[in-house]
């Protein structure tokens, strides 16, 4: 794929992505569904805070309209909040505007279909085409035929329910810190958390266009840290722009990322008997530590690449219950399509309530092995992939390691880079395994 890869078109706003694709894209689903629906195609848009954003939402909006279907917008929103009104709302799809993590001035646009799963790659390619100008251009569309555009904020709070429905606990007595990264979910957050009876706490929910993800949300975790132990509060989570992926924090700033979270998800739900198939969806940058307590608990896992839209396929064919990343992007199959990282701190929520436990030590049996990643820009990923020296190195140092750590060397998906990740013991050996990996990179004169 030239543009979207597995989170969407993602660039500098107005450099590599700029106003003319997302309008060329609001041209090509306006007529792809207008057409599919005799002229009543409805697509659905929603933003996170970035000020590039709202320029973003009017150019799809205009190409959108100009082709002939209706553009619902619900205006700053989670992406998970588009995945799950598209599909209960009978849309055609929907759009996500977001960079997700990322600073303020980039942006992106994710594409969402009817059933609130990334759209595939069929579809995209041949939108790119469009977009490259490979196809025939598209009509605009005239006198009753032109589209419009709606105002569907009221799907915000239909959302904001459904979140609350989840639960069936109450959550009183609860001092709770939520860190919402002065993105989208500044205004759904907390009042999820108030209506469930929690003592609710909030940081980083004053967006100005500029300040998300800035030294706040899932990214920052220290911020939130800070936060909870400073005000005695029983937890935090954080959020990152897009709301997402979720990071916990325990009542003594302990941080629980999304193997932590995997993990003590999956206790509880063989618990409760909810996780029919004993089984988890991971991807390749799961902590070792993670699968050794999987293994403790007598439960399976699989692995798949980096990217969540590849742990809800693997989960959409096999009927697997829950997966996720590192990163916090934690997909709970009977709630949603897609990571979902309010519902996600609901869940540990529901977790810690009904084993009358604590986030400490829902997690205490877990134990993650220290991890060093470094970045290395190369000339050509495949000759690094491919390269006798290299892979000798690398089959060298797992010899070593054996079941005491683990190695993983990877393409970026997006960049000239090569990732090169170790787990180990100590941070000192984990340091030297990629040390050496990423000097015979060198020596075989491949880096940049």
Request: glycine share 10%; hydrophobic share 35%; with cysteine.
């Amino acid at each position: 794929m030239k543009y979207f890869g597995t989170d969407g078109f993602r660039g500098e706003a107005n450099k590599s992505l700029n106003v003319y694709h997302a309008f060329k894209i609001g041209r090509y689903l306006g007529d792809y569904f207008s057409a599919k629906k005799n002229g009543n195609g409805k697509i659905l848009i929603g933003k996170d805070t970035r000020r590039s954003s709202y320029m973003f939402e009017s150019a799809l909006a205009a190409g959108i309209t100009s082709s002939g279907s209706n553009a619902h917008l619900l205006h700053v929103t989670p992406t998970p909040s588009v995945s799950y009104i598209t599909k209960t709302e009978d849309f055609d799809c929907g759009v996500m505007i977001t960079a997700s993590h990322n600073p303020f001035t980039d942006n992106g646009i994710k594409l969402i279909n009817s059933e609130g799963e990334k759209m595939g790659d069929d579809f995209l390619k041949d939108l790119e085409e469009y977009i490259d100008g490979d196809i025939e251009d598209i009509d605009l569309a005239v006198d009753e035929n032109i589209g419009r555009t709606v105002d569907f904020i009221g799907g915000r709070n239909r959302y904001i329910a459904y979140l609350i429905q989840t639960v069936t606990k109450s959550f009183e007595g609860f001092r709770v810190g939520l860190d919402c990264a002065n993105g989208a979910s500044f205004t759904i957050a907390k009042p999820v958390y108030d209506a469930l009876g929690a003592d609710t706490f909030v940081i980083n929910t004053s967006p100005n266009g500029f300040n998300i993800n800035k030294d706040a949300g899932s990214t920052h975790i220290e911020v939130l840290q800070k936060f909870v132990v400073d005000n005695k509060l029983d937890l935090g989570f954080a959020f990152d722009g897009d709301a997402d992926r979720c990071i916990a924090v325990d009542n003594k700033g302990n941080v629980i990322d999304g193997d932590g979270i995997i993990y003590l998800s999956a206790k509880h739900m063989k618990k409760e008997g909810a996780l029919k198939s004993n089984t988890v969806v991971t991807t390749v940058m799961s902590n070792i530590g993670l699968y050794k307590a999987l293994d403790e608990l007598g439960i399976s896992y699989v692995k798949t690449p980096v990217g969540d839209k590849y742990v809800h396929a693997k989960m959409d064919e096999e009927g697997f219950e829950l997966g996720g990343e590192q990163s916090g992007h934690i997909i709970y199959k009977k709630f949603a399509n897609t990571g979902d990282g309010i519902l996600t701190s609901l869940k540990i929520m529901e977790a810690i309530i009904e084993d009358k436990s604590d986030l400490n030590t829902l997690v205490r049996d877990l134990k993650i092995y220290p991890q060093e990643l470094v970045n290395v820009k190369v000339k050509d990923k495949d000759k690094v992939l491919n390269n006798k020296k290299v892979l000798s190195t690398i089959k060298s140092l797992e010899k070593e390691l054996l079941d005491s750590g683990r190695i993983l060397v990877r393409p970026s998906g997006t960049e000239p880079l090569i990732r090169v990740m170790a787990e180990a013991e100590t941070i000192d050996k984990a340091k030297e395994v990629c040390k050496k990996i990423v000097g015979s990179i060198k020596e075989e004169n491949l880096s940049i």
